[in-house]
């Protein structure tokens, strides 16, 4: 089906077999990794993504762009020991003996099992934790389970994804699963100083925010106030909570739709989401956040344009449709003036909204590099979980001047891989990858990648 080069170097791949459902109650993916390096690979935790001391694929997960679903293997019975998860309908490198190594010139395979997907849902995109999102892989029919789905199954583990969006001009961000949206408005925008009576000009950006809650189902709106952590909370709190007051006030005049009802709260400065010692961190924190449900999706989706899949030997597989790769160096000190990054393209699923960058860095110099898991990823976003995820990549859309972060689960994980640990061998190259959820009329990015050049002119194919 699809060829993926894979996060344990260069010479190493990940090839989807089949995706197929298998019965009424379940959905299975087969696919294998291939080692042509002259040394073994190690595969024993790398596929249970974020639970280290798992030792299944349990980390592979099916996503369905259009719900904005992401569906992990099923879990069934008890766990076996205190810390470890319940057992995955799925391979366990238990079975494998030696081969949970992976030798020189050896390919092995693994399954997973999720279940029954909607009907009407024909392809999914398969997120792996060595490859980053495979997208538009069709689902069919007919195949057999590798082995029974136990009774003592349950319920299946599906979690929301959370797109993001940051306005670089007016300093509003948006996020949205496919039920609910959230659009935090700079206090900056909306209040003078310490104020909380609305300045002239917040009409029109609170105007965009009626125009989508009249349009939507939502029957409750939230709208909660924050402050940055100057002065103290005397004042921060009742400043917050009478600027949540004045934005529902404000948005009740301007929805004229009936049957919608209004919560307010403050929280002074006790939920940050940037960094409060700077100045930038501060202006972000500064915000009236509104949330509400999301208009009503449409009933049919789209029929997803064709796409070939394309087979390439992992060095060199290329998105369809991209040009030579840009590479920039890294910025000049001693830890990454050896090292630059290679940048080919973003990889949009032909049913729009999901989108993947793929990118390698390269370390040119004679020792192994060790900067991954504390210089690529951001403490700010999804938290700062004990893998350190690479996740502090940005997408930008120049044209509309809107800044894209990596992608998030509704539990606050985030689709980047893991960086605690992990080094680049001297003269060799990691591939990496992270997600985002562009808008679709995205055809062009900058890539931001931290202590990097920017990339410019990134086609979004």
């Not at 260069?10 to 080692?35: C, G, Y």
Request: proline letters at 7%.
């Amino acid at each position: 089906m699809t060829i993926e080069p894979t996060w344990f170097g260069e010479d190493t791949s990940l090839e989807i077999l089949s995706l197929e459902r298998a019965d009424n109650d379940t959905t299975v993916l087969k696919f294998q990794l291939t080692n042509n390096r002259d040394e073994e690979i190690s595969t024993y935790f790398a596929l249970a993504d974020g639970t280290p001391t798992s030792q299944t694929v349990e980390g592979v997960s099916l996503i369905d762009v259009g719900a904005r679903k992401q569906y992990f293997p099923l879990r069934y019975g008890e766990s076996e020991s205190p810390g470890q998860p319940q057992p995955c309908y799925c391979s366990t490198f238990a079975e494998f003996g030696d081969k949970r190594r992976i030798k020189p010139g050896e390919t092995q395979e693994f399954w997973a099992g999720y279940p029954a997907l909607p009907d009407g849902v024909d392809t999914v995109s398969v997120h792996t934790p060595v490859t980053g999102t495979v997208h538009d892989i069709p689902i069919t029919g007919g195949g057999a389970p590798p082995e029974p789905l136990p009774d003592d199954h349950d319920d299946p583990i599906v979690v929301d994804l959370v797109a993001a969006r940051e306005d670089l001009e007016e300093g509003s961000t948006r996020e949205e699963t496919g039920e609910q949206v959230s659009v935090s408005l700079s206090a900056d925008v909306l209040f003078d100083v310490d104020e909380s009576t609305l300045r002239p000009d917040a009409e029109q950006a609170l105007r965009e925010v009626a125009e989508e809650i009249a349009e939507s189902d939502a029957e409750t709106v939230q709208i909660d106030g924050h402050t940055d952590n100057s002065g103290t909370d005397t004042i921060n709190q009742p400043l917050s909570e009478d600027r949540a007051e004045a934005v529902k006030d404000e948005l009740d005049t301007l929805i004229t739709r009936s049957g919608i009802s209004y919560e307010t709260a403050g929280h002074g400065s006790d939920e940050p989401v940037a960094d409060n010692r700077t100045d930038e961190g501060k202006q972000k924190n500064r915000r009236v956040t509104i949330t509400y449900d999301a208009a009503p999706a449409a009933e049919e989706m789209p029929e997803p344009a064709s796409r070939e899949q394309e087979s390439a030997s992992p060095d060199a597989s290329r998105p369809a449709g991209s040009g030579p790769a840009q590479i920039v160096p890294g910025k000049e000190n001693r830890y990454f003036k050896e090292l630059s990054v290679e940048v080919e393209a973003v990889r949009r699923s032909s049913h729009g909204g999901l989108a993947s960058l793929r990118y390698r860095v390269v370390n040119h110099a004679d020792d192994e590099s060790t900067v991954l898991g504390g210089s690529f990823g951001s403490p700010a976003i999804c938290g700062s979980l004990p893998d350190a995820r690479l996740n502090g990549v940005m997408l930008i859309d120049e044209q509309a001047q809107v800044q894209y972060p990596v992608l998030q689960r509704s539990d606050s994980h985030c689709l980047a891989p893991r960086g605690a640990g992990e080094t680049v061998p001297a003269h060799e190259s990691r591939t990496l990858w992270i997600d985002f959820w562009l808008d679709p009329s995205v055809t062009e990015v900058t890539v931001q990648v931290p202590k990097f050049e920017a990339v410019t002119g990134v086609p979004v194919t």
